[in-house]
């Protein structure tokens, strides 16, 4: 999106010369209607006489539909000051408002029988009832008053904006009718004759020489700082910034650079603010001549702004690639050129709307005049498009664009649409139309180029502020967060250069202030700034206490440590909820308003959010009952390790071979949980031991049992114990069965018993037995033929086992377990 942005910047320089231009018309008009402002009483309370006089003054122009703009936007402007009026009116006894219904509250609920209720508290609530509807007129009729109020402002700005349509939809004669172009010429030749005779006749003066002699010396200072600034300032200034940027390294230089190139254009345009004052201070320009000079100021932003706009982004200053950077020097060259001609026609524009408007040429000469100014400028704008297209073909991967070039793309097309679109429409006969389509297009292009060239900017800084490398830069969060906030700070300046009234922007962000109504409450973007300001201090505070404890005092206790967990989380939300309590409080939104939001919330909470209810409320029994606190060894759904961390949602628990398995706390409340660990680390350990038939079972306990009770591990109360299992199949069987100390080293506790078993039992000449088996061949004589045949040498060896002999093999021998279970130590 970035190369789109080339065109637009000129085009945005142009805009904030109209722009000031209409706030200065704007503020004209809202001086001109302060005149006729609200009245208010002795009592300060609004004079409703004289809000009817102007309201139906109002309602009778728009009705009418006879007034003119500017007389529409002062009543505007009057309606804005009654509406203020009336708003802060709606405050008025607000005070005394809630005091009588809070005593009307105390009395309680009125009964449906009036006699059921003493005559006394009758009469009370009858009295308060009415000073209560006393204290609520005012108000009452400010709030209609306001209403009224509002619905007119809506009404003129309708009006306003549907004259703005019909204006730029209006179908006007077409420049390609030639018999438009002998008056259009004519018209354009008297313009520049007068033009020519106004500057004579002022140079011909005997008085403008005199003053021209008096302010010769101050004249020809400005003329020399504008020769020098308009010829020789960017030179000198882009010398400088390549001496500075030869002295630095990575990021820095690019922040340098941009720096910097600011100079050239701030320099040549300070040069023309000179010519002008030296052209002034001459005298010698006439009343057109004027005209034109009121618009050089903004012809030379947008003139040098395209040019400056156009070199950072097409062309590489630090070593690095450009912001947009195009295969060859031929296509950079051309889109320098072509977005510095886009400001040159935007301020041929400005030059001529502004001399159309002072000799008010008829609509057929405004169309041939401006015609060959929007097909130049379409024509660049379609050249711009096709650039940015360029630009996405040599760098789009062939797996597909990124989101950056999709819509750098999606500019280009943009660009050629309405660069080709436009002058059609202009040459048809919409010249309003495609003026008001094909300028504001640049500019809005500029504006994204210049936050492009900001974006970059800021990434190049930050680098340098934290001594980032350029790739860590542009991985950083912060420049995109600032980048966006320039994005939405622009979206007013968009919303004018599309033809959005000033007056409409102040609607806007005046509806913004007023807030929306919650229940009672209202909230106003000052009660949310209120709201997270405390809350963010209740939360720091929350976090800091949380710290406190963790760190310092609860480690002094003698808690262990999954009560130091559970109290730590625990002060967590009871200050988290106290923090929201008193920001929502503090920012004066009664709580009792949002009763009815909340009930409605739960209802939608119980529905949808039915688990995530039940883990938070599971968790909040987890950390209060503490059937399992953080460092238990646990086993639940087949999962066993050590929890690490209760949450309000789910717990962690590392597992043995150190994954995070996240539990859900609704399994671990209402599931079934071994907790091997819970209120101490005593464990038992069984280990079995098998020994070869013929031993002494007696012999065999004794070494086992001294093995167990010299273990450090094991505990002495209670004491170990060996238990003869039984007979099996092939051993007799022999367990350990001891209470560790510790049962978090219950496997290392195993392995060291068994290798001391295996040492006893090798110096004792005990046996430990394998699995005994006899195999029994039903056919032995297969194997003898089987035997034979692998003697055929001449045989092939695809062909030298018979299938007929494999069968013989696998069918005919079987193994068969021994029926007593006795071995002599051998096979059979």
Known sequence: MTRALTAIFAALLFALTAFAAVGQNSDASSEEARTAAYEVLDDGSPDYEAWERLASQVEDAIELERASDADLEKLRAALIDWRNLFSEAQKENSIRIDTLKTQLSTLG??????????????????????????????????????????????????????????????????????????????????????????????????????????????????????????????????????????????????????????????????????????????????????????????????????????????????????????PNGTQRTEARVNVGLLGLALGVWAILTNLAAFEEYSSGTVSVLA????????????????????????????????????????????????????????????????????????????????????????????????????????????????????????????????????????????????????????????????????????????????????????????????????????????????????????????????????????????????????????????????????????????????VRDISVRATRIETFDRTDVILPNSDLVSGVVTNFTRGNSIGRVIVPVRVAYGNDTRRIETILMEIAENHPMVTVNPPPSVVFQGFGADCLEFEIRAILSDVNYMLSVKSEINHEIASRFAEEGIEIPHAQRDIWLRNPEALAVAAGDEKQTHSDDATARSPSNDALTVEDMHRTDDSDGESDGGDD
């Open 109 to 326: 609920a009125e009964p449906e029988a009036p006699e059921e209720e003493p005559e006394v508290l009758t009469q009370r609530r009858r009295e308060l009832t009415e000073r209560l509807n006393a204290a609520r007129l005012p108000v009452q009729e400010a709030q209609e008053a306001y209403s009224r109020a509002d619905v007119l402002i809506r009404e003129i700005d309708a009006q306003i904006r549907a004259r703005q349509t019909d204006q730029i939809l209006a179908l006007g004669p077409s420049p390609l009718n030639p018999a438009l172009w002998p008056r259009a010429l004519s018209d354009l030749k008297t313009t520049l004759d007068l033009s020519i005779v106004e500057l004579r006749d002022n140079w011909g003066s005997e008085s403008q020489r005199q003053d021209l002699r008096d302010d010769l010396p101050v004249t020809l200072t400005l003329l020399a700082i504008a020769v020098v600034l308009l010829f020789r300032s960017r030179v000198w200034i882009m010398r400088l910034g390549k001496r500075m940027r030869a002295k630095r390294k990575g990021s820095s230089r690019g922040v340098i650079g941009f720096l910097t190139s600011i100079g050239q254009f701030l320099a040549p345009l300070t040069g023309l603010f000179a010519f002008i004052a030296a052209l002034n201070l001459a005298g010698v320009l006439g009343l057109r001549g004027q005209v034109i000079a009121d618009v050089l100021p903004g012809f030379g932003f947008v003139l040098f702004g395209s040019h400056w706009l156009g070199t950072r982004l097409f062309t590489s200053h630090t070593g690095s690639s450009a912001l947009i950077d195009l």
């Open 371 to 642: 015609f060959p100014v929007l097909l130049a400028t379409g024509y660049l704008l379609a050249r711009t498009g096709r650039t940015l297209r360029q630009y996405v073909q040599a760098h789009a991967d062939r797996d597909g664009m990124t989101f950056r070039e999709r819509a750098v793309l999606f500019m280009g097309r943009v660009c050629q649409g309405v660069g080709l679109g436009a002058p059609i429409a202009a040459a048809i006969g919409y010249t309003n139309l495609a003026a008001s389509i094909l300028f504001p297009s640049v500019m809005t292009m500029a504006v994204i180029a210049v936050l492009a060239l900001l974006h970059s900017f800021l990434t190049g800084l930050y680098g340098v502020l934290r001594n980032l490398s350029e790739d860590e830069a542009q991985q950083a969060l912060l420049p995109v967060l600032m980048t966006v906030m320039m994005v939405i700070l622009s979206l007013p300046l968009l919303a004018l250069l599309w033809g959005v009234r000033a007056a409409e922007l102040a609607e806007l962000w005046a509806t913004f202030q007023h807030g929306f109504q919650l229940g009672e409450a209202r909230v106003t973007p000052r009660t949310l700034m209120v709201f997270a300001l405390i809350f963010a201090i209740g939360y720091a505070a929350t976090r800091a206490a949380q710290s406190a404890l963790r760190t310092t005092i609860l480690p002094k206790t003698k808690l262990d440590k999954g009560g130091q967990n559970a109290i730590s989380v625990g002060v967590g939300y009871v200050g988290l909820f106290l923090a929201a309590v008193i920001a929502i409080t503090s920012a004066g939104i009664d709580l009792s308003s949002v009763a009815i939001v909340a009930g409605a919330l739960s209802v939608g909470i119980g529905f949808g959010l039915q688990t995530i209810v039940s883990n938070f409320v599971s968790g909040i029994i987890l950390l209060i009952e503490r059937p399992i606190s953080e460092g238990d060894w646990i086993e639940v759904g087949g999962e066993m390790g050590y």
